[in-house]
């Protein structure tokens, strides 16, 4: 994951207006639980492209993603 960051980066270094490195960097930090850099990234393809459908799919799944694992870490009321 740390390669696409850095692959992104480069490419929102040379063209901030490319959207798709944006996608693809938000997803990297999603996997990296950077959930903070990931929900700006996704931010960024909203404003950038309101209309759109990508950034609110890759934040909604974002979201969802982090309740799955909430979920999954929570200790289980379940009798042994």
């Given at each position: ?42 931010t960024?393809?909203?404003?950038s492209?309101?209309?759109?459908t ?27």
């Amino acid at each position: 994951h740390a390669a696409v960051i850095q692959a992104c980066d480069r490419i929102i270094q040379l063209d901030p207006n490319d959207l798709e490195a944006y996608l693809y960097r938000g997803t990297a930090h999603s996997a990296k639980a950077n959930h903070d850099a990931a929900i700006l990234d996704y931010t960024k393809l909203i404003e950038s492209d309101p209309d759109g459908t990508k950034g609110y799919l890759a934040e909604g799944y974002h979201g969802k993603y982090n309740a799955h694992r909430l979920k999954e870490a929570a200790p289980s009321n379940q009798p042994a």
